[in-house]
């Protein structure tokens, strides 16, 4: 398990993380939100201590030494590769930075990239491939040498969904062998459908951190989704409904300021009588988000 | 394997596969051997319309003429029409009509131009040696009064050299070090800031340092270059060698060889002793030093820039040892010989002119040595520092951020 203790980094003037703790437990994947400069990539830069800072970060009890690099896998934010290698040459120099040797990588290359789909041969210039294919070889690199500790620093970033389904399935894999995962993302939609964990910095600090169910629980039911005839006028006028949203035809979206109060409106909606939806939800991830992102909700 | 060394097989290997490598090592050779192909092509085509050829009914008179000047006769010519034909074509200087009677020896030269003073002088040699062989015959001389007649007077020289091919072969060496030393210097100097500053711009260097110590990886950067040097400088040993030796087969080659040994031998020697090794370090840490300034710029745009530093400071020592070419002792010479970064230049100088004892090159190159050894093992331990700053502040910001590094 990854375990980041009361980590503080500060830039001149700038407090990057201040006093930033959570766990990324074996098995499990974590996500790693905020808006841009919240912290997350000083985070993915501290646990590879490529800076100096204070706290402390281990891998399984111990500091993080040139030891465990070995076990972990790590895709910065914006892509690169060396252009002139081939793939092949590329995956394996890479791999054989983590003492995997060649003889054993070279037989997995293919696999790999029918795995990822990559269009082009082994063979092939690293720049005459597309920008797409290049950042899934560069996953494959990542991912190839079996690591205990996956770091992905917004790595659903240029895929279309078609490629982004590969990469989930790929990290679902990893979470499967009991790996480690933490990866940053802006979107909200692919970290809700694969993430264990959440953790949300804002401006260097921890805001949100816990299992992804319980952060959400812990918003309360304030949701409600009904398929009614009644109409967008009606339904706001209904007590402890603070904004009503169309969706489409006869179906709306409720915002409640207590969730306690979806029994009574369901009484009034109802009337004792059928009705197609009535659906009491936490509040979506991407409304957590903004709603962190711009109040200091606790 | 070790890390370092699969750092340093990766950038030796992508390094002498790249066709900058290839020409790079192949460029002299060629330029050599295109300079030696087309002076030799001139040098025959003009062979032939600088010889002569020697008529005579006298086959004796054309004969001994003949073995006195094998090389300036066209021997297949032998008779005046023949001679004509060849002259008019421009394939013959002109043709010398001997003759002998038992009283003088006549020699007519027939051309379009008057003769060369070298042939003159040869002809004229020629003519006096047969006139008094037949004079001598003539007179009926006893023996004791011919061998009287045949004493010489004695010319010798004693000549006290200071100065002569010597120092024309310590001067021709020099300046070949120099030039070579500049040459490699500021090749390898921007090939390495290049890449190290093109690297800096991209986040492949996250990656690698998520697998492997920056310092590792930059011994291993250095220790890559250093081989691909190293491969440089052999293949020239070996290329220069076996185009000596080969150019050694052909005639015209081998007479010039010969005519040159007293320059060539001396200047080989002084190429292939310690100073050999100074190229070698010398390079290596201009490479540390450019390695440096690559990693400290802003982006990978600035690549090109990134190895001015080095280059200007191996300009500066390259031409400070112009004014001291051939005054080795001078003081700053001396002082310049312990000083890295000077010293291969001017301690090879030392070395050219005989003015260095074992125990001062020992000394210099310990300080060499040890300056490299300082120099990569400092920057190796900053250089996480450098090269993952990638904003746009300024040079000496980022100078300072680097040299403050500390993980």
Not at chain 1, 177 to 185: K, L, N, R, T
Not at chain 2, 64 to 72: E, H, R, S, T, V
Not at chain 2, 119 to 126: A, C, D, L
Not at chain 2, 365 to 390: C, M, N
């Amino acid at each position: 398990m990854l375990a980041i203790n009361n980590v503080t980094k500060q830039f001149g003037t700038v407090k990057a993380l201040n006093g930033v703790t959570f766990d990324v437990p074996d098995g499990q994947i974590t996500g790693l939100i905020g808006q841009n400069g919240a912290g997350k990539s000083t985070t993915f830069h501290s646990i590879l201590n490529f800076l100096n800072y204070e706290g402390e970060i281990t891998w399984d009890g111990q500091p993080i030494t040139e030891n465990d690099f070995d076990n972990i896998g790590y895709l910065p934010e914006e892509r690169s590769l060396m252009a002139k290698l081939t793939v092949e040459q590329q995956i394996v120099y890479l791999a054989r930075l983590k003492n995997k040797p060649a003889k054993i990588i070279r037989p997995q290359i293919d696999e790999w990239m029918t795995k990822f789909a990559v269009k082009g041969q082994k063979t092939d210039k690293i720049k005459s491939l597309s920008k797409g294919n290049q950042q899934k070889v560069q996953l494959i690199c990542t991912l190839i040498h079996q690591p205990k500790l996956i770091i992905l620093d917004e790595p659903f970033s240029g895929l279309d969904p078609v490629n982004a389904d590969l990469l989930k399935r790929a990290i679902l894999e990893a979470r499967r062998q009991g790996a480690a995962i933490i990866f940053s993302s802006h979107d909200m939609a692919n970290v809700e459908s694969i993430c264990d964990r959440l953790v949300m910095l804002k401006t260097g600090n921890v805001v949100l951190n816990g299992a992804l169910g319980e952060v959400r629980e812990s918003f309360g039911r304030s949701e409600l989704y009904v398929t009614t005839d009644w109409q967008e006028g009606q339904l706001a006028e209904l007590s402890h409904v603070t904004n009503v949203t169309h969706l489409r035809d006869h179906r709306y979206l409720l915002h409640l300021d207590d969730p306690a109060a979806g029994r009574d409106i369901f009484d009034r909606l109802t009337g004792g009588h059928y009705i197609e939806e009535f659906s009491q939800q936490p509040p979506t991830l991407d409304e957590i988000f903004r709603l962190k992102a711009v109040t200091n909700h606790e | 394997m070790n890390k370092t060394w699969i750092v340093a097989l990766e950038t030796y290997l992508r390094q002498v596969k790249s066709w900058s490598f290839v020409m790079l090592v192949v460029s002299p050779f060629l330029l050599l051997a295109v300079s030696l192909g087309v002076g030799y092509f001139s040098g025959s085509s003009n062979t032939n319309s600088q010889r002569i050829a020697v008529i005579s009914d006298q086959p004796q008179l054309r004969a001994a003429f003949i073995k006195d000047n094998q090389a300036d006769v066209s021997r297949d010519v032998t008779t005046v029409a023949a001679a004509k034909k060849r002259v008019a074509n421009d394939k013959l200087a002109g043709y010398l009509k001997l003759s002998a009677d038992s009283r003088r020896v006549t020699g007519r030269y027939y051309s379009q131009n008057s003769i060369s003073s070298s042939m003159e002088t040869s002809v004229k040699g020629f003519l006096n040696k047969t006139q008094q062989t037949l004079n001598l015959q003539n007179a009926k001389l006893k023996t004791t009064q011919l061998k009287a007649l045949s004493q010489q007077p004695v010319f010798k020289q004693h000549i006290h050299k200071t100065s002569g091919s010597s120092d024309i072969a310590k001067i021709a060496s020099f300046w070949i070090l120099v030039f070579v030393i500049y040459m490699v210097l500021l090749t390898y100097s921007s090939i390495t800031a290049q890449e190290i500053a093109s690297e800096k711009g991209t986040k492949i260097m996250e990656i690698i340092f998520s697998s492997t110590k920056a310092s590792k990886y930059f011994i291993g950067k250095i220790t890559g270059v250093m081989m691909v040097i190293l491969t440089q400088i052999l293949i020239y040993l070996v290329g220069g060698a076996a185009f000596y030796l080969g150019l050694n087969q052909i005639d015209t080659f081998r007479k010039l060889f010969d005519q040159y040994r007293y320059l060539i031998q001396p200047v080989i020697g002084n190429l292939l002793n310690v100073n050999l090794l100074y190229l070698f370090l010398g390079v290596i840490i201009y490479t540390i030093v450019s390695a440096f300034s690559g990693a400290l710029v802003a982006k990978a745009e600035d690549a090109p820039k990134a190895a001015q530093p080095a280059i200007y400071l191996g300009m500066t020592a390259f031409f400070l040892t112009f004014p001291f070419q051939s005054n080795p002792t001078g003081l700053i010479v001396k002082v310049l010989s312990y000083i890295p970064f000077f010293s291969s230049y001017f301690m090879p100088l030392r070395v050219i002119y005989h003015q260095a004892s074992p125990l001062e090159i020992s000394l210099s190159l310990l300080i060499l040595i040890l300056t490299i050894g300082l120099l990569a093992w400092y920057i190796s331990r900053i250089y996480e520092g450098l090269i993952l700053q990638t904003d746009d502040s300024s040079f000496w910001k980022r100078l300072k951020r680097g040299l403050t590094y500390q993980n």
